[in-house]
C-alpha cells in the first residue's frame, strides 16, 4: 500500500504514476470548498495496481465536516472493505433491495447498494456504499453516515489520471482522515 504523507499536488502526481493508469474515482467537479485530502495505491513490486482510493473532504450544511472515500479496486483486494471497516475483504448482501443511490463512471450509470455496517463495529458513524465499474468494485464510504443525504442521481466520478491540467486547478490538503 503506498499512501501520501501529506496530500498536495506533486504527491498526486506521485500517486498516479504508482497508479499507472488504474482508475483513481474523484467526484467532479469538487464543490467549492471542498479539497482532495487522501489518497492511495495497493500494487506488487513488479505487478499491475490492485486498489486506489481517494478522499475529498469538505462542509455540508447538514452535516458539518465530511470525508468521502472512494475506492476502485480489483475484486479480493479488500481495500474497500478496509477503508469502510469491515472485517471482510468483499461487499455481502448487496443487490438484495434496489440500489440506494447511482453515479457516472465515464458516461456510465453505476448502481450503487448500501452495506451494512451494523455486524462491523456497533458504530454508526459512516454510509457504506458499493456497486460494480468496469469490472471492478467501486465503494463508496461517506463519513457521518448522515453524508449519505449527499448521493443523488447526478454525481459523476471522474479518473483523475485523465483529467490533465484541470488538476492543477484542485485544492489539496487538510489532515488524511481514519480508515
Known amino acids: 500500500m503506498w499512501r501520501a504523507r501529506e496530500s498536495t499536488y506533486a504527491a498526486f502526481v506521485a500517486h498516479l504514476e504508482q497508479a499507472d493508469g488504474f482508475p ?12 482532495i ?12 495496481p490492485q486498489a ?12 458539518g465536516a465530511v470525508d468521502v472515500f472512494v475506492v476502485s479496486e480489483e475484486p479480493g483486494t479488500g481495500l474497500g472493505a478496509r477503508v469502510a471497516r469491515l ?11 434496489p440500489p440506494v443511490a447511482r453515479v457516472q463512471v465515464d458516461g ?3 448502481p450503487l447498494w448500501a452495506v451494512s455496517t451494523s455486524a462491523a463495529d456497533g458504530e454508526f458513524d ?10 471492478r468494485w467501486l465503494w463508496i464510504v461517506l463519513h457521518p453516515a448522515s453524508a449519505m443525504l ?14 490533465g491540467a484541470a488538476l492543477i486547478e484542485m485544492t489539496f490538503g487538510g489532515t488524511p482522515p481514519r480508515w
Request: proline letters at 5%; glycine letters at 10%; hydrophobic letters at 40%.
Open 24 to 35: 483513481t474515482l474523484l467526484p467532479w467537479p469538487l464543490s467549492p470548498g471542498w479539497q
Open 37 to 48: 485530502s487522501d489518497f492511495g495505491v495497493v500494487a506488487r513490486a513488479g505487478r499491475k
Open 52 to 63: 486506489t482510493v481517494t478522499c475529498c473532504s469538505g462542509v455540508s450544511e447538514l452535516d
Open 87 to 97: 472485517d471482510r475483504s468483499y461487499p455481502s448482501d448487496v443487490a438484495e433491495e
Open 108 to 110: 456510465r450509470e453505476v
Open 126 to 135: 459512516r454510509a457504506v456504499l458499493v456497486g460494480e465499474a468496469s469490472g
Open 150 to 163: 449527499l448521493m443523488r442521481d447526478d454525481w459523476i466520478l471522474r479518473d483523475a489520471s485523465g483529467a
